[in-house]
């Protein structure tokens, strides 16, 4: 009998079901990962500099009463300039207009082609769809620009190890996902994250990325490190290369060619932060297990991931995100953001300066603009402070122009 496990890891990522399946055979072997690994690109400072960036509101949507939001889960731009809002708790697309007026609804709960149910991300398609990312179990459902449904992408079977969804790019001729799921192999019971491209038949073209932990169920207890795996932390790029930031400590990422060949090896010298007692306590409430109704205990890292966040820049680069702390920095700063080029070189850095907490905030960086949906992790903080709650605006999401 399969085991049934939920996740929710509070603010930023939803509730994961995962299924056990039955004893399997992994497949192994990432594409590239038997090439010698190229020698590392340290990168110690920014070619162009330093720049401060601060994020000015151009409009706000979710604070009055007309227009809701459970869950933001995705935010893209379209090419248009309308800007499609993925809810996962209503299971439906807020699409609003460059100037923020909002245009319409479209998809809808269901498991008909598509319908979703709990997504997970959602990205654009090639050919102008919306694709949106079931988690579990896994789906690819696709809509017309208009919110007509289209057949969902074929995607692989969980027995290839692909029996949750979390994320996927669309880089034209074939998709790019990351998928994740608990397994038995060799006799054990493993966690796997993964990062893969599949065509448009839903067969697994190269293997990027595979990151795989033991699980001692008897332990009652999960590592923090072992549950985020990559989630979030891996982009595609212009040039269709796959950037993915695979250590929790480390600044080192690891650039893949389209066909899973290890091309560049990117690092920049940082020490990662120390959580402080406060920042653990809150860390361990952003994260809830339950396997079969037994709730799991959770042991947090004593520091912050290093890497925060990866997302393509505008000719082929891509953006790191990072928490970098500075003794003397104001509070208005709120985290970093590193530019590289297609090249994988340093060009800038920025410090963006905002009312955001990434403790409570995401952030959805677009072409000119930056998208940050705040409040998702009031859930957290309410049962410590009831007479708080009264204060606290509801989720709701804010488009930023960014001034330099």
């Given amino acids: 009998m ?30 590239g990962a038997a090439d010698p690994s190229p020698e590392p690109l340290v990168s ?63 998809g809808r709960e269901g498991e008909a082609p598509g319908e979703f149910r709990n997504p997970s991300s959602l990205f654009l398609g090639h050919d102008g769809t919306l694709d949106v990312i079931q988690t579990m179990p896994p789906k690819i459902a696709l809509l017309k620009p208009d919110g007509v449904p289209l057949d969902d992408h074929p995607i692989p079977d969980p027995s290839e190890g692909v029996p949750m969804l979390t994320g996927g790019y669309d880089r034209g001729n074939d998709l790019v996902l990351a998928a994740s799921g608990m397994f038995f192999a060799e006799g054990k019971m493993v966690t796997v994250a993964q990062i893969l491209s599949v065509n448009d038949k839903g067969a697994i073209q190269a293997r990027y990325y595979e990151d795989r932990h033991p699980v001692d169920l008897a332990a009652e207890e999960f590592k923090e490190r072992d549950m985020t795996g990559v989630s979030g932390v891996w982009t595609v790029t212009g040039n269709g290369n796959v950037v993915v930031a695979e250590e929790w400590d480390a600044y080192r990422l690891h650039v893949y060619a389209p066909d899973g060949t290890l091309v560049r090896i990117i690092e920049r010298p940082f020490e990662p932060h120390v959580r402080t007692q406060e ?63 297609s090249q994988g070189r340093w060009v800038e850095h920025w ?54």
Wanted: aromatic share 8%; hydrophobic share 35%.
């Fill in 2 to 31: 399969n085991k049934t496990v939920a996740w929710n890891r509070l603010p930023l990522f939803p509730v994961f079901l995962f299924s056990v399946l039955a004893p399997c055979t992994l497949l192994v072997g990432v594409g």
């Fill in 44 to 106: 110690t400072a920014p070619s162009q500099g330093t720049r401060d960036v601060h994020l000015h509101a151009l409009w706000t949507a979710g604070l009055d009463d007309d227009l809701i939001f459970g869950r933001i889960r995705g935010v893209v731009e379209r090419k248009d300039g309308d800007v499609c809002v993925l809810d996962a708790q209503l299971n439906q697309i807020q699409v609003f207009s460059p100037e923020g007026e909002w245009q319409k609804t479209i």
């Fill in 279 to 341: 920042e653990r306590k809150l860390a361990s409430k952003r994260y809830s297990m339950n396997i079969n109704g037994k709730q799991m205990k959770v042991q947090v890292s004593d520091t912050d991931r290093v890497v925060d966040g990866l997302y393509p820049r505008p000719g082929g680069g891509f953006q790191v995100l990072i928490r970098e702390r500075q003794p003397d920095d104001p509070s208005e700063l709120f985290a970093r953001l590193d530019q590289f080029d």
């Fill in 351 to 404: 410090r963006l300066y905002g009312d955001v907490d990434l403790n409570q905030d995401r952030i959805f960086p677009g072409k000119n603009r930056m998208y940050v949906a705040h409040n998702m992790g009031d859930t957290v903080v309410k049962d410590e402070d009831e007479d708080a709650e009264a204060d606290m605006e509801p989720l709701h999401l804010v488009c930023y122009r960014l001034d330099s």
